[in-house]
Nanobody, 130 residues
Framework: QVQLVESGGGLVQAGGSLRLSCAAS????????MGWFRQAPGKEREFVAA????????YSADSVKGRFTISRDNAKNTVYLQMNSLKPEDTAVYYC???????????????????????WGQGTQVTVSS
């Protein structure tokens, strides 16, 4: 079982920055590919960014490319989402998610579909004011 706890959300003005953190309670964090999704009121959950279990590969949604950066520190069992140049349309609850990725052939694989992920955090609210 993997427990994920997000932190770092809050209220920020447009153009500002936030860094989200997700701490994982798991024995071997480096066995898990990680991702961030978000859900705005009245909208479906959408993919934001993903990182492979070894941190060597990342992938971001077009809507956040050039503004958001995903990273991980396997020694700290933590994945981060650095969000710069925030826009009001980035307002949403942000969820951290994890997927077991065992074996050498998937060590650099990233996953962008919510159904591929096994574990989800409770979410952290990000509100961007105009």
């Amino acid at each position: 079982q993997v427990q994920l706890v997000e932190s770092g959300g809050g209220l920020v003005q447009a153009g500002g920055s936030l860094r989200l953190s997700c701490a994982a309670s798991v024995r071997t964090f480096s066995n898990y590919a990680m991702g961030w999704f978000r859900q705005a009121p009245g909208k479906e959950r959408e993919f934001v960014a993903a990182i492979s279990r070894n941190g060597g590969s990342t992938y971001s949604a077009d809507s956040v490319k050039g503004r958001f950066t995903i990273s991980r520190d396997n020694a700290k069992n933590t994945v981060y989402l650095q969000m710069n140049s925030l826009k009001p349309e980035d307002t949403a609850v942000y969820y951290c998610t994890a997927k077991g990725a065992y074996g050498i052939y998937v060590r650099s694989t990233v996953y962008s579909t919510s159904t591929e992920y096994e574990y989800w955090g409770q979410g952290t609210q990000v509100t961007v004011s105009s």
